[in-house]
């Protein structure tokens, strides 16, 4: 995996010129997921994720987490959680973006792991795109005429592709029909997080407070169903990468 974090200047500069790669951004959150996950899920499921597709297309792509905290302002009652401003989380990705770009990746896409970013980076994203498109590429705007023109010109033949991604959205209903009994799928904490918790962090679930104790679904979970949802996840993602790459 080609992790930005541990490239010298040299290495950075030759990865990205020759290779041309895509960079894949985790988001997520540090919050409190009820008695038996632990806080930081959210920004680690998401990672997993990232460093999973960033090992398997390692020639394509570049791995960067510039934040672990995100929009969380409606789980401050449980001590431990960590939340941005809604301006401060959208500002920094859009300085990452324009970063990434100016260094000469212009293809990214962020995996987020959490609910509370999801409306307001959803919101921003289009902005971002457009602000990036029109900020980077040299276009004549001499004949435009409405906000219409301006749009299809910054979309035509641009190199810049920004991609914000929440995972549990990538899944085929029909799958999660098969797999998933809560009927609030993906929820918070429940059957459809917990059983991937199960998976990936087996250490850092309380499985008697799940199994016992249990608030909502995640007594539903299991660690068979994490393994397809995750695998699920990949096949989806590397679908998307590959059409980015193209």
């Given amino acids: 995996m080609n992790n930005l974090e541990f490239f010298n200047r040299n290495e950075a500069r030759d990865f990205i010129n020759k290779n041309k790669p895509m960079a894949i951004i985790p988001t997520g959150s540090v919050e409190q997921h009820l008695n038996h996950l632990f806080i930081g899920m959210d920004i680690n499921s998401a990672t997993k994720i990232a460093e999973e597709l960033a090992n398997k297309f390692s020639k394509n792509t570049i791995f960067y987490r510039p934040l672990n905290v995100g ?37 990214i896409l962020f995996i987020n792991g959490h609910g509370g970013n999801t ?82 962090f087996p250490d850092f679930i309380d499985k008697d407070l799940m199994k016992n104790k249990p608030l909502g679904t995640a007594n539903h979970a299991t660690k068979e169903k994490g393994k397809l949802i995750y695998e699920d996840l990949i096949e989806k993602y590397s679908k998307l990468l590959q059409e980015m790459f193209n």
């Fill in 71 to 107: 929009i969380a302002e409606h789980h401050m009652a449980f001590p431990g959680t960590m939340t941005l401003r809604v301006n401060t989380f959208i500002g920094v990705l859009t300085d990452v973006v324009n970063s990434m770009i100016r260094g000469g990746i212009t293809k």
């Fill in 119 to 200: 409306e307001p980076m959803r919101t921003a994203m289009q902005n971002i795109n457009l602000e990036m498109k029109g900020v980077h590429s040299n276009i004549d705007t001499s004949e435009v005429r409405s906000h219409i023109d301006y749009m299809e010109l910054l979309n035509k033949d641009s190199e810049i592709d920004i991609k914000y991604t929440s995972y549990w959205e990538m899944h085929d209903p029909n799958f999660i029909k098969e797999v998933i009994k809560d009927p609030n799928y993906p929820g918070h904490a429940g059957e459809y997080e917990t059983s991937l918790g199960l998976y990936l």
